[in-house]
């Protein structure tokens, strides 16, 4: 009884930041609900854009983030101070039929709203198990793979947390703490084998719990599966050195993500680095 509670608070967080956000754009209209999607989606956008250069020059997350905030921050002032000059009439859009096209975009509001602060609740690891047994807030957390993929897609950063790029095997779920730039996945289908050196296929995104998305690779040859480790050109993104270092060590390959249940030693040359020719 207890848990069922817990895991209602969930349900009641998704409902209460929708509610409230459509609330409130239906009493202001449509006119100042289209105002206030404006700068929001404009700030969004801005905060992104400023992560992503901050992060190219500085290669450093916490500069990306201050990016992040500086340029979002700067954008909603200068947004609010041209919303203020603009000096819109309260009352366009309040008629019956501008309250409820404010409402049904307090409703997206609220969405968005719901798609930030989900996730990042989620990241208190006690409360994971609670949200992912919760209806609303469940589902909140099973878009953010469509979220990861859209960032593919318009090629843009942003900021992620664990860190893939210090040790091999450090795609384990217990590894949630450190915040990194996205590698786009989506450019490495096509990427080759490990095992037999073939082209890989992407096969998306996937939540595996809370917010741990990760991708799924697999070979249309062999059938093996991974995270993009199981490839040449994903292992030298994810962990900046070649499958063979690893060999070399000892060490062989499989995928901590997506095991195979066969550890293997790559025998095909490297496209990436030219290790393993014979």
């Given at each position: 009884?207890?848990?069922?509670?817990?895991?209602?608070?969930?349900?009641?967080?998704?409902?209460?930041?929708?509610?409230?956000?459509?609330?409130?754009?239906?009493?202001?209209?449509?006119?100042?609900?289209?105002?206030?999607?404006?700068?929001?989606?404009?700030?969004?956008?801005?905060?992104?854009?400023?992560?992503?250069l901050?992060?190219?020059?500085?290669?450093?997350?916490?500069?990306?983030?201050?990016?992040?905030?500086?340029?979002?921050?700067?954008?909603?002032?200068?947004?609010?101070?041209?919303?203020?000059?603009?000096?819109?009439?309260?009352?366009?859009?309040?008629?019956?039929?501008?309250?409820?096209?404010?409402?049904l975009?307090?409703?997206?509001?609220?969405?968005?709203?719901?798609?930030?602060?989900?996730?990042?609740?989620?990241?208190?690891?006690?409360?994971?198990?609670?949200?992912?047994?919760?209806?609303?807030?469940?589902?909140?957390?099973?878009?953010?793979?469509?979220?990861?993929?859209?960032?593919?897609?318009?090629?843009?950063?942003?900021?992620?947390?664990?860190?893939?790029?210090?040790?091999?095997?450090?795609?384990?779920?217990?590894n949630?703490?450190v915040?990194?730039?996205?590698?786009?996945?989506?450019?490495?289908?096509?990427?080759?084998?490990?095992?037999?050196?073939?082209?890989?296929?992407?096969?998306?995104?996937?939540?595996?719990?809370?917010?741990?998305?990760?991708?799924?690779?697999?070979?249309?040859?062999?059938?093996?599966?991974?995270?993009?480790?199981?490839?040449?050109?994903?292992?030298?993104?994810?962990?900046?050195?070649?499958?063979?270092?690893?060999?070399v060590?000892?060490?062989?390959?499989?995928?901590?993500?997506?095991?195979?249940?066969?550890?293997i030693?790559?025998?095909?040359?490297?496209?990436?680095?030219?290790?393993?020719?014979?």
């Amino acid at each position: 009884m207890n848990l069922q509670i817990k895991v209602l608070v969930f349900d009641l967080l998704v409902i209460g930041i929708v509610g409230l956000a459509t609330y409130v754009e239906a009493t202001r209209g449509a006119v100042l609900a289209l105002a206030d999607v404006v700068r929001i989606i404009l700030t969004g956008v801005l905060a992104i854009v400023g992560y992503s250069l901050a992060f190219a020059v500085f290669k450093s997350f916490l500069a990306g983030m201050v990016g992040f905030l500086g340029l979002g921050l700067v954008t909603l002032m200068v947004t609010t101070m041209l919303y203020k000059r603009m000096a819109i009439d309260p009352h366009h859009g309040q008629r019956p039929l501008g309250r409820v096209l404010g409402g049904l975009m307090g409703v997206s509001l609220g969405v968005g709203l719901s798609l930030a602060i989900v996730p990042a609740v989620a990241q208190v690891s006690t409360f994971i198990p609670r949200i992912d047994r919760s209806y609303l807030a469940s589902r909140v957390l099973d878009a953010l793979p469509a979220v990861h993929d859209a960032a593919d897609r318009l090629n843009i950063r942003i900021p992620r947390v664990r860190d893939r790029s210090r040790k091999f095997r450090h795609e384990s779920l217990d590894n949630a703490d450190v915040f990194t730039s996205r590698i786009n996945f989506r450019k490495l289908d096509g990427a080759t084998c490990v095992e037999c050196g073939a082209k890989v296929e992407f096969r998306g995104y996937k939540r595996l719990k809370g917010t741990i998305v990760v991708p799924l690779f697999v070979c249309p040859e062999c059938g093996r599966t991974s995270d993009g480790c199981q490839t040449f050109e994903g292992f030298h993104r994810m962990y900046r050195r070649c499958p063979y270092e690893m060999v070399v060590r000892g060490i062989p390959l499989d995928c901590g993500v997506w095991p195979n249940d066969q550890s293997i030693v790559p025998e095909t040359e490297c496209p990436v680095c030219g290790r393993g020719a014979r």
